[in-house]
């Protein structure tokens, strides 16, 4: 994937602050692999929620191989910042506002997207909501909670993390330090940070397996239709 952004004065993203804005122009994109089937039907913008090592782009890429989506994931481009030598502290919020220029770009041709990423941010939640609404099309958004965060730890040592990731269980993204002291008590508190829209909208359990989420999932997305 191939991106410039020109930052306008981005902010630290924390819970309930400015991300910041970019005027950002993409000349590839990461798309899904080849869809078995578009089961579904029009065009759709889905936010997908969860902490790191809840699933959420395992999930995202199954649903994409079996509905005709576009997966937008806010680590590929936090990543390539930072691989191309934007600061950590800049590089989160240019993500998020690349992230929305590229999923109003890619709805407003037509193509249903999954909004691959954390939604602890209000300016995240609000802009997909109203990429959606100016648009016209079906707003679908589903989170991925671990009633027990520690289920998770395991997940974290056994994926092959990108740079702007969590490292591991016992390893913070590199750069960074544990925001509330140790790996558990950080994805406690992230995870009560999430967001979620007023209407409609479904909670999977992250430990659950990968199947029956999938299959929630499927079924959620085909009961919104028109």
């Not at 989170?143 to 990108?162: C, F, G, H, K, Q």
């Not at 590199?174 to 209407?199: C, I, K, M, N, V």
Request: proline share 6%; net charge negative; charged share 20%.
């Amino acid at each position: 994937m191939w991106l410039g952004c020109h930052l306008m004065t981005p902010k630290p993203h924390s819970p309930g602050r400015s991300i910041g804005l970019a005027a950002c122009w993409v000349t590839g994109a990461m798309l899904a692999a080849e869809p078995i089937a578009d089961l579904y039907g029009g065009t759709v913008l889905v936010q997908l929620s969860g902490v790191p090592g809840s699933g959420k782009s395992t999930l995202a890429y199954e649903i994409a191989n079996t509905a005709d989506y576009v997966v937008v994931n806010t680590d590929v481009l936090k990543s390539c910042l930072l691989g191309s030598g934007v600061p950590m502290s800049d590089a989160g919020g240019a993500s998020y506002a690349v992230a929305l220029g590229l999923s109003s770009d890619l709805v407003a041709q037509g193509r249903s997207v999954i909004l691959d990423s954390p939604c602890r941010y209000r300016e995240l939640l609000d802009g997909g909501e109203s990429i959606a609404e100016a648009a016209g099309i079906r707003y679908a958004f589903i989170e991925l909670w671990a009633p027990d965060v520690s289920v998770l730890l395991t997940r974290l040592d056994e994926r092959e993390p990108r740079i702007s990731q969590v490292a591991s269980a016992t390893a913070p993204v590199p750069g960074t330090a544990w925001e509330f002291g140790t790996a558990e008590a950080t994805l406690s508190e992230w995870q009560e940070q999430l967001l979620r829209p007023d209407g409609d909208w479904i909670r999977l359990n992250a430990t659950h397996p990968r199947e029956a989420n999938l299959e929630r999932a499927l079924e959620y997305l085909e009961h919104r239709r028109p």
